[in-house]
């Protein structure tokens, strides 16, 4: 059978230049300038346009995006490999070329006539781009001499392949590496920290010591992964021991399903990042280990690697950087900005990690603001957990009602369909869809359900609003039994608010959050709302049902929570979730009676997340901790885009609304799941990093004070300790560099820790001294010490002073860092 392609070339394709008589303005979306404004080229001074080859666009984005680059012809043939080899890149290519004060100008040289090239004998796909992108750099220059002779417009073509320039220079190319390029803008001479760091040569530690073994070649892991040798999985750096790491194997098959495998030490991590898809091989079952105990954080590069890079390298351009997040290792970067860039938040890139470098290079690409301004660190933590924060665009904002909208009086108790605005398919559908969730930050968001609880509880009001609220009160005392009875868990996670200055919005006040009836009131309405919409569009939609589960723990999972509910002389059930409701319910101690509180909050550790997902796509739906066989989320669509496919689904279950054919192909309801999953997550984490971040702005006017606390965790070498008053956990440290180390005792079976003949078990109660360690400006931390009981040598005094905790010239502790 032959196989015939037609490829349709054209005649008509603007070059992107305004005023080119030869093309009569054939171009259309953003274009090029006439003449180009942009900084002076001390390699090229007249004016002119770039145009990147693949690696340019797929390596140096980061240049690209700034605004001193502007006035560049991406090719077709280009963009085409660029979305074939990165996804994000791609992305952020189409965004530049659409930014209209950027200048860049998509040209279509595989269907222009004089661009377009045949594929030669014996040559590879690679070398024919590489010659269809000279062919169109060539083209470029012959065709802008057409416009004016006076101009003297030129393409120089940027290319780190060093053949390709010289075979371009050979054909009378202007062409140039994005390096020398780059610092021949003397004007913006901040761009060449931006620059990507491509190269090992000259920028590796040079101790002769090999640190990690080599990456197997891509055929050489799909061979493995395919016959066993090795397993495919997502790598989570540990935030608590940067020398161990757990791979979250990738399979569909029980046994694999939702596995772990633990690293350990560097050379086994082998310069993988936090997130990354990693192949790991097995070790024999002999040499598996259990997870360390041990809190244990980077303290940086060694004196000799110091010293050698001193000997190398001018040390006021060379830096280290340290990541917020503790997962991410730090990164070698350069710059000549140091003194700027000092006390301010900054985005570094990762480039490359060099075999025998302890660190991976990098490149700087913004400066964000000073650190600790709220502004700032608000960024920093979006940024951090890859939150989509930009405006939204007028696209967007086109589809929203035209004001003033208002809808038809009717009495009742209803959730808003604000899918009826979001259509499927348009501007503001696709960007809801990518944001996923709502983000809630501790100065964005306040709600109340105080007004509701105190018309319950009053004596006096019995108006009708009153009387409904206490019949609704009633209602969900009886749905909440009823779910209880059936094995419905009820959890405990300390919640806390902030009050807040209203003319400076800084925290004056940190509490922890109070539950009223009114809360679990609402809950129960809501809950009942969703499993019911959840019956009928699977009914409906037995396939392409949205759905949310939530998985068993693993038996395994619960092993911290028996052990300290059994050093209490308490007895956890965990072969059900009913048997665990059960025994929560009746681990009460008259003697103790946040006791309870502290089970459940240990329990709420022992989860796993509930998932969105497809009903096609798997046959377990339970939800473990509701104890319902199937659930949703329907009564949030203002505020998650997973309720606005469930109120599509039921629209259409119900007739109100017609179907679309992505509303019924589950696999794209999967791939929308998969996303929410991971705005959901990302969600989380960040506004935990913003409590976090208030919580230190109010201990910074607090100052030091002293509370009681309960063990939640023992460790190797320090417990974990959360603080009721203001629901506060924290690492209280028991050793510390440069002094003596204390005699520790760990037993894992009961678990204690022994300190100089003092013990500590789960959920004993300690007093612990908090402070904002601000040694370290860009990682300003709250930092816990031990005041009661005291152990000489470990224990602080009662009232320590400021000096002696921020002393200048003081080595900093390995919790410090």
Known sequence: MKIVREHYLRDDIGCGAPGCTACGGAHGGPALEPRPQDPASSLWPRPHYLLPDTNVLLHQIDVLEDPAIRNVIVLQTVLQEVRNRSAPVYKRIRDVTNNQEKHFYTFTNEHHKETYVEQEQGENANDRNDRAIRVAAKWYNEHLKKMSAENQLQVIFITNDRKNKEKAVEEGIPAFTCEEYVKSLTANPELIDRLACLSEEGKEIESGKIIFSEHLPLSKLQQGIKSGIYLQGTFRASRENYLEATVWIHGDTEENKEASIILQGLKHLNRAVHEDIVAVELFPKSQWVAPSSVVLQDEGQNEDDVEKDEERECMSRRHLFTPADRRIPRIRIETRQASTLEGRRIIVAIDGWPRNSRYPNGHFVKNLGDVGEKETETEVLLLEHDVPHQPFSQAVLSFLPKMPWSITEKVGVHIADVSHFIRPGNALDQES?????????????????????????????????????????????????????????????????????????????????????????????????????????????????????????????????????????????????????????????????????????????????????????????????????????????????????????????????????????????????????????????????????????????????????????????????????????????????????????????????????????????????????????????????????????????????????????????????
């Open 433 to 817: 869809a990518r944001r996923g969730t709502t983000v809630y930050l501790c100065e964005k968001a306040s709600l109340t359900y105080a007004e509701a609880q105190m018309r319950i509880d009053s004596a006096t009001m019995n108006d009708d609003i009153t009387i409904s609220l206490r019949g609704l009160n009633k209602l969900a005392k009886i749905l909440k039994k009823r779910r209880i009875e059936k094995g419905a868990l009820t959890l405990s996670s300390p919640e806390v608010r902030f009050h807040m200055d209203s003319e400076t919005h800084d925290p004056i006040d940190l509490q922890t959050k109070e539950l009223r009836e009114t809360n679990s009131m609402v809950e129960e309405f809501m809950l009942l709302a969703n499993i019911s919409v959840a019956k009928k569009i699977h009914e409906e939609f037995s396939e392409h049902a949205l759905l949310r589960k939530h998985p068993a723990p693993p038996p395994s999972s619960y092993e911290i929570l028996v052990k300290a509910a059994k050093s209490k002389n308490l007895d956890i059930k965990t072969d059900t979730a009913k048997s665990l409701a059960e025994s929560l319910d009746r681990a009460e101690s008259p003697a103790f009676p946040y006791l309870n509180t502290l089970l459940r909050i240990l329990a709420t550790r022992c989860m796993m997340q509930a998932v969105y997902f497809c009903s096609g796509m798997d046959n377990d739906f339970h939800h473990y901790g509701l104890a319902s066989p199937i659930y949703t989320h329907f009564t949030s669509p203002i505020r998650r885009y997973a309720d606005i496919i469930v109120h599509r689904l039921l629209a259409v279950a119900i007739g109100a609304d017609c179907t679309y054919p992505e509303l019924t192909d589950k696999h794209k309801l999967a791939d929308i799941c998969k996303n929410l999953n991971f705005r959901h997550k990302m969600a989380q984490y960040a506004q935990r990093a913003s409590v976090a971040f208030h919580t230190q702005l109010f201990f910074k006017s607090k100052g030091i004070v002293s509370e009681e606390a309960y063990i939640l965790f023992v460790r190797k070498n320090a417990i974990v300790v959360l603080i009721p008053k203001y629901g506060l956990e924290g690492t209280v440290f028991f050793e510390e560099k440069d002094k003596p180390k204390p005699h520790l005792i760990y037993d894992d079976e009961i678990p204690s820790l022994q300190i100089e003949g003092i013990v500590f078990h789960v959920f004993d109660k300690v007093k612990v001294k908090i402070m904002l360690d601000s040694s370290n400006l860009q990682h300003q931390k709250i930092r816990m010490a031990l005041v009661e009981p005291q152990i000489p040598g470990i224990s602080i005094p009662a009232e320590p002073s400021n000096a002696d905790l921020n002393e200048p010239g003081r080595k900093k502790r390995k919790y410090e860092k």
